[in-house]
């Protein structure tokens, strides 16, 4: 079926753009977009191995048809023949959600007729021969778990109400995000610690994304490797060979705990993995062509040392102190790394921007660090929750 596609985006809908972007190239040729929603031009991929690639996307399904205008009995009609044609189980179930795709006013005009829209559409299944039930949830947006736990995509549907400013298109989803295996690897895992602040496995498949990188016969890099959190997704995607190390002994010993428990939860072989103890400045030495250990990276991912765990928003002074305290160490670090990249390679890093008294982030003179040592900053996200005193500000950068 040539129809497009629309992709909904997670909570930091700019990073998710700029992560479908990487992976798909040239192959994605946006229609219209949105802080919700991304509608572009037919996908030449499977949809569910898309889906199973992305950390920043919610759903992903395909234009089954538009209305000019808002008419609830058209909608109905539309979404009552396509959940007519779902095999599976005998009882048909379905759920509606509407995302604004650039009129915010039609689409609270939509929002207030959903469920009588999704009566209707109940309506019109039951003059079959099949038992129907609407599935709907507090807001009017279905998420992943209602999806899942009530078995729409197999039987019934989910369908979307995409509102754009000329029209409203109408959509079916056809995959949604695995939040069950990212809930297995984020808690899951015997090495976490809460305390110190721990990349979140979406967050780092993202990251990894953004490089632009093709797993296969690639190799990644994270010279500040923590607990493994973008080892361990590095060993899903595939990657040829997955280099890591930290200047903590500790920190490397979760990692070996974490890709352990990993290789054994999802049942995998054993991958081409090396880790080594040691700061990130030393670990050019350490993989250099005389120790026989150099490999071009192609992908050098990592979240830096973020400083000591906040309580309390930062004063100018503070500020000034984590600058000397943290500065010099990316610094002396990215300067040792940069020759092990090759010339092709992208660095995915997330450095600290931090909460100040007056409710706004300072962000770090990252920008002239790295063009002093030679690196070409193409992108750059600040990533938080509502409620941290330290974000992550992504940057996506070339040697």
């Known amino acids: ?108 005009e939509v929002e207030k007729d ?92 993202l990251m990894i994304n953004l490089s632009g990188v093709n797993p296969s016969g690639a190799t990644l890099l994270d010279p500040f490797c923590g607990s493994g959190t973008i080892l361990m997704e590095g060993i899903l995607m595939e990657f040829e060979r997955i280099i890591g190390s930290d200047v903590s002994p500790k920190a490397i010993e979760g990692t070996q705990s974490n890709l352990m428990w990993l290789v054994e939860r999802f049942n995998l072989s054993n991958p081409k993995l090396e880790l080594f103890t040691t700061p990130a400045m030393t670990l050019s030495k350490i993989l250099s062509p005389a120790n026989g250990g150099f490999t071009a990276v192609n992908a050098l991912v990592t979240e830096v040392y973020l400083g000591s765990p906040r309580r309390a928003p930062a004063g100018l002074s503070e500020i000034q102190y984590l600058e000397r305290e943290l500065l010099p160490l990316y610094e002396s670090s990215f300067a040792a790394l940069k020759p092990l990249l090759a010339s092709t390679a992208r660095a995915v890093v997330a450095f600290p921007a931090f909460k100040k008294t007056d409710g706004a982030w300072h962000r770090l003179p990252i920008q002239n660090l790295l063009s002093k040592l030679g690196y070409n900053v193409e992108q750059q996200f600040l990533y938080h929750r509502a409620d941290q005193l330290v974000a992550r500000d992504i940057v996506v950068m070339t040697r």
Do not use: C
């Open 1 to 108: 079926m040539n129809a497009m596609t629309y992709f909904i985006l997670g909570s930091h809908p700019e990073l998710s753009t700029a992560e479908l972007e990487a992976v798909l190239g040239t192959g994605l040729k946006v229609e219209d977009r949105s802080d919700s929603a991304l509608l572009a031009q037919p996908i030449g991929r499977n949809l569910d191995e898309l889906q199973e690639r992305l950390a920043g996307v919610v759903k992903i399904g395909r234009v089954i048809g538009e209305l000019p205008r808002w008419s609830r009995e058209e909608a109905a009609e539309l979404v009552a023949g396509f959940a007519l044609q779902a095999a599976g189980k005998n009882k048909i179930s379905f759920g509606l959600s509407v995302y604004e795709l650039g009129d915010a006013q039609r689409t609270r």
């Open 114 to 205: 959903l469920d009588t829209t999704g009566l209707e559409v109940k309506r019109l299944l039951k003059e079959g021969s099949r038992p129907v039930r609407y599935v709907k949830a507090r807001e009017p947006r279905l998420s992943s778990a209602v999806i899942e736990m009530n078995g729409l995509l197999s039987s019934g549907g989910e369908f979307v109400f995409l509102a754009a400013s000329d029209r409203i298109y109408v959509g079916q989803t056809e995959t949604i995000q695995n939040f069950r295996a990212w809930e297995a690897r984020d808690f899951g895992r015997p090495a976490r610690d809460a305390k110190a602040g721990m990349l979140p496995p979406k967050l780092a498949r």
